[in-house]
Structure formats: structure tokens, C-alpha cells
């Protein structure tokens, strides 16, 4: 969004639920400072939002986990919500996802409980507009960074939100996402990793038990990483000196149990690791619930580069 | 730097479909900074646009960029071009030396009666011991902000807390191994804490937010509870702080 855009009040949450955050991009350029990237945890759901809402890239947008967020429109809206389907209502009715809608002033949008995936992403067209803090609206409590309030908080009852006003020039692209683009979160995915360094430092039966293994996510699963339970893997390394860690970093403490790690991740860290999952692979599993089973795939770059590049260019300028 | 055979440093590691990891060294030396800091700075430039991210660290520096603008294969061959010509930053030796005023108190630094009885020194000479060396940074991580430093002197070597604080105060001065940090934000710790400091160690209105930046030279300075507070710093004992 431009500068010189207006804003104005046009959401108030009547009831907060327990998770619900706004995600810009996320922040970047700073992580030498040891501020980590935030941003959406799913970020092809946040994508396929904003696009099918009108807005470009990099918008910002809520982030609402579990559901249990009741918000109230205070004027007519246009918006899109993409990502799990959390059983999200309007006045009662169903609300259709992964397209534009439109949210009548005083209308009760509602979300329940998680149907399919943990995360959805609510769009409005124009944007929610909040003052950057290092860059972006990207909100991470742990660092009290970003958000509405510029200290992190996550969205409270009683907040009354912010918004761009539209210009109304009307939008162009699709306000409905094809079939094959809206994901149902309830198959347990095939995750696509890249092998990193430490990789020959495993035994080879844990690498055998990495890939073939049917993993469980824990209940330690947060916008910081997700653990994976199954065999104790085993590498003949116990701790790096602290390194820098990429999202989707794949790191196995002494416990043996693999953890990946997502968007709040600290910036550097002494686990060795089996490698980093695709962006769009750990999109894909902070989308699964605890008690979900996943796999690990090893997967050269070439062909999931592609695929990651088909996926931006569809969104990014 | 010269290129090496295989296994040899520096190596360039994949670190996903967007980064490199550059190992360049194999052990923590203050020694490696100044070879890091130049690597940083080169990728900057070379990278220009492209560029999302460096993550500099005790050894290493992760690169990371936008695989849409270079695909990977060009940016590890970029990393390398600069790798071949790579010459360490000069002006460390004589760089500018942060100085830290620093309150050394036990009401601020709890620990220091167990780093006293750990390492066998008194109190004063623990202080002496830790505000009488320059340090460099050697990554900065944990939180934003927070700078590791080191070394410390070998005789002030003292291991973590056994259960980590849910809160240390902002400003709080600690050591643990061989490192030495100051706490930019109130965060869980369980380091060692030997007083506190009145410096702005993480400011979101400041320009390069961060006080401290990797390769930068620290030194802490015993000033007096008056002079600590006349800095602004904040005395509140610990427990009232937590």
C-alpha cells in the first residue's frame, strides 16, 4: 500500500480467540540484528488471500489460528479468506473460502474450530494498515514486534482494526481460486527436503527412518517450529557452534526427534540438521495439526525451484 | 581466500532452496571476525537486489536470496567468485570500542556471589576480571539485539544456570563458558548475571536498531550506582524486577 493512502476503522473484534495475529510478508534485511522473519506461517494461503481480495503482494493480512475469532464488520467490505477452513460463518452462514465476498457493515464474521488445517488468512480489499516497526506489520510477540500495536500483541477483544481505504478502481485477476489451488489440509502431506550438510553425519538407519518413516506432529508445534515424533534419529554430531538457520530448517536435537522450523525461528542455532524443507513445503506443514502424519522426501532443488518460481510469479510483481 | 579441495574451508553448504551457508572456519576465534564482517560487506554489494538476508556467526554466514531474481547454482558461484579474492576487514584492530557503563551490583547481578565461589576469585576481583578485557562480538541471535561476546578471561569461565530465569531485566550484564552478552529486552535467560547496564542495546527509532553489530569491539565500564543512574540506568533490584 502507498504512503498516502488513507486509513480508517472498519473491523471490531468481539470476541479474540486464542491466536490471531496480522502477517505482512514478513520482516527482512534484519536478521544479522537477530530479529527473525515472521510473516505468514502458510504463506501460500496468504498469497492466494490477498490475491483473491485485490490486493498486491506483501499486503497485510490476519492471521487466525484455531479460529474462535468473532469480528464485526463496521462498513461494507470486500474480502477473501483462504487457508484451513475453521467452520467460518457469516450471521450463521457458512462463508464460502479461497474467494472474494463481500462482509456487510454490522454482518458477525465468525470462525469456529479447525475443519481442515490451523491457519486461515482473512484479506480485505485495500489491506489492514498498522505502522511498520524495522520495515514490517509482520507481528511477533516473542519479540514485541509489529502488529496493530507495534509491540507484537496478538489481536484482543474490544480492538477496533484498521484498514486502507480502497481507491475503488476495480481489481483485476480472478476473485475465485480454481479447484486444484485450494488445498484440503486433511491429507497427510509428503514434505519436500533439501539435504544440508550434516545430512552423511546421520547413521544410516536413521536416514533409512527419516524418509520412510510416516512422522507425528507434536503438540510442540508453534509459529517458531514444529516437532516431529517417530524413531530416535541419531547423528554423530551432538551440537554445531550457533549458525544461522533458513526457514524450514529441519534440525534434530539430542532427543533424536526432528524439528522444523518456521517463520518465528531464532535467527541462529547449534543443531545439526537433515536439511530445510521447500518454502512451500513448510507452508504446507504449519498447516497440520498435532497428532497429523507427515513425511519427509528428499528432493534435489531443481524441480522444487520451479515449482516455488511458478508459484511467486503467479502472486509477485 | 583460496579455493580447497573438497572437504577443506571455506565450503559452501545448502542451506534450502534460498540460502548458502558459507563455512569458513572451523573453530570460535575472535581471529575469524574480521574475514566474516568482509564477506558480508562483498555480498551486499554483489548481491544487490537480490539479497534477502545475512546471517553472520562464530564460523559461518548464511546468504540468503531471492531464488527468483538468481537461481541457486548463480549464487553459490557468485559466493565463490568472492570467496577467491576475499581480504580481511583492516579497521578492527583499530575500530571504534563500544563502551558499556556497567553497574556491578549485587542487587543487579545476582550471580555474582556464585560466579565468586565458582571460580574461587572475590566479587571485586570478578569485576576487575570482566570489565578489564575487550570484546568482539561474534554473532548476535536469541533475541533482537543480543549480542554474544567473547572470550572471557579463562579463570571467569562458569557454566549456565541449571533452571534458566523466566524474566531477566533489560540491560542485564551476564556471562557463561566463555561468552559475555548484555540483555537488549526483558527475556526468559539463564545466564549468569554479574550487574547491569544504562546503554540502549536495542532501539526500534534508532537508525540500524542494534547497538552492537557483529566484529564490533565491547568493553564494559564499573561506573558507580550514582553515575549508572545518572545515565539513566534503571537500579531496581532483581527480585522487585522480576
Redesign the interface.
Known amino acids: 500500500m502507498t504512503a498516502q493512502s488513507k486509513t480508517e476503522t472498519a473491523i471490531r473484534v468481539h470476541r479474540a480467540g486464542p491466536l490471531t495475529l496480522l502477517q505482512d510478508r514478513g520482516r527482512?534485511?534484519?536478521?544479522?540484528?537477530?530479529?527473525t522473519?515472521g510473516g505468514p506461517a502458510d504463506l501460500y494461503s496468504w498469497a492466494w488471500a490477498n490475491y483473491l481480495a485485490g490486493n498486491p503482494w506483501g499486503t497485510a493480512s490476519l492471521e487466525i489460528t484455531f479460529g474462535g475469532l468473532q469480528l464485526i464488520a463496521e462498513r461494507d467490505l470486500d474480502i477473501a479468506i483462504a487457508g484451513a477452513d475453521l467452520g467460518a460463518t457469516l450471521d450463521g452462514q457458512p462463508v464460502p473460502l479461497w474467494q472474494r465476498i463481500t462482509w456487510k457493515e454490522g454482518q458477525k464474521l465468525s470462525f469456529a474450530s479447525p475443519v481442515s488445517g490451523l491457519r486461515a488468512y482473512l484479506s480485505v480489499q485495500g489491506g489492514f494498515a498498522a505502522e511498520p516497526?524495522?520495515g514490517s506489520v509482520a507481528c511477533v510477540s516473542?519479540?514485541?514486534?509489529g502488529g496493530f500495536d507495534g509491540w507484537g500483541s496478538k489481536l484482543a477483544e474490544g480492538d477496533r482494526l484498521a484498514i486502507h481505504t480502497p481507491d475503488g478502481k476495480p481489481t483485476e485477476g480472478m476473485t475465485k481460486a480454481p479447484d486444484h489451488a485450494r488445498k484440503d489440509f486433511r491429507e497427510s502431506p509428503v514434505l519436500e527436503l533439501?539435504?544440508?550438510?550434516q545430512i552423511a553425519e546421520f547413521t544410516g538407519r536413521s536416514l533409512y527412518d527419516a524418509f520412510n518413516t510416516w512422522w507425528r506432529v507434536d503438540d510442540r508445534a508453534d509459529r517458531m517450529g514444529v516437532r516431529l515424533l517417530g524413531p530416535k534419529l541419531q547423528c554423530r554430531i551432538g551440537s554445531l557452534?550457533?549458525?544461522?538457520?533458513?526457514?524450514?530448517?529441519v534440525q534434530v536435537p539430542p532427543d533424536g526427534q526432528p524439528i522444523a522450523l518456521l517463520n518465528d525461528r531464532?535467527?541462529?542455532?547449534g543443531y545439526p540438521r537433515l536439511?530445510?524443507?521447500?518454502?512451500l513445503s513448510a507452508s504446507r506443514l504449519a498447516q497440520c495439526l498435532p497428532g497429523q502424519e507427515v513425511r519427509l522426501r528428499a528432493c534435489g532443488?531443481g524441480p522444487?525451484?520451479e515449482h516455488?518460481?511458478c508459484f511467486?510469479?503467479g502472486f509477485?510483481p | 581466500m583460496t579455493a580447497n579441495p573438497a572437504n577443506a574451508l571455506p565450503?559452501l553448504?545448502?542451506?534450502?532452496?534460498?540460502?548458502w551457508?558459507v563455512?569458513l572456519f572451523e573453530?570460535?576465534d575472535e581471529a575469524n571476525l574480521p574475514w566474516i564482517t568482509a564477506l558480508?560487506r562483498q555480498c551486499e554489494s554483489a548481491f544487490a537486489d537480490a539479497l534477502?538476508?545475512?546471517?553472520?556467526?562464530?564460523?559461518?554466514?548464511?546468504v540468503?536470496f531471492d531464488?527468483?531474481r538468481l537461481?541457486?547454482s548463480d549464487a553459490r558461484q557468485k559466493i565463490a567468485g568472492l570467496l577467491a579474492d576475499l581480504k580481511p576487514d583492516e579497521d578492527l584492530g583499530t575500530g571504534q570500542v563500544h563502551e558499556l557503563p556497567t553497574f556491578y551490583d549485587p542487587s543487579v547481578g545476582p550471580d555474582l556471589d556464585r560466579v565468586s565461589g565458582h571460580t574461587g576469585m572475590t566479587v571485586e576481583q570478578v569485576i576487575d576480571c570482566h570489565s578489564n578485557k575487550t570484546y568482539r562480538v561474534f554473532?548476535?541471535?536469541?533475541?533482537?539485539?543480543?549480542a554474544?561476546m567473547g572470550l572471557t578471561d579463562p579463570r571467569l569461565e562458569c557454566p549456565r544456570l541449571d533452571t534458566p530465569r523466566k524474566k531477566v531485566p533489560v540491560g542485564s550484564v551476564a556471562i557463561a563458558a566463555r561468552q559475555t552478552a548484555a540483555y537488549p529486552?526483558a527475556t526468559p535467560g539463564g545466564w549468569n548475571l554479574l550487574g547491569r547496564t544504562s546503554a540502549r542495546l536495542?532501539d526500534?527509532e534508532r537508525e540500524g536498531?542494534?547497538l552492537l553489530?557483529?566484529g564490533d569491539q565491547v568493553r564494559f565500564v564499573s561506573v558507580s550506582r550514582e553515575e549508572f543512574e545518572r545515565q539513566g540506568g534503571d537500579t531496581t533490584p532483581m527480585e522487585a524486577a522480576v
Request: no cysteine; hydrophobic share 45%.
Open positions: 527482512f534485511g534484519v536478521r544479522h540484528l537477530g530479529v522473519q516497526v524495522m516473542r519479540e514485541q514486534l533439501l539435504p544440508g550438510a557452534i550457533s549458525e544461522g538457520i533458513n526457514l524450514g530448517g531464532q535467527t541462529i542455532g536439511g530445510a524443507l521447500s518454502p532443488s522444487v525451484l516455488y518460481r511467486l510469479a509477485r | 565450503r553448504e545448502s542451506a534450502g532452496l534460498d540460502g551457508m563455512r573453530q570460535i558480508a534477502v538476508d545475512l546471517v553472520p556467526s562464530y564460523t559461518t554466514l548464511l540468503v531464488p527468483v537461481s541457486p554473532a548476535l541471535g536469541f533475541a533482537p539485539g543480543f554474544f529486552t536495542f526500534r536498531f542494534s553489530r557483529v
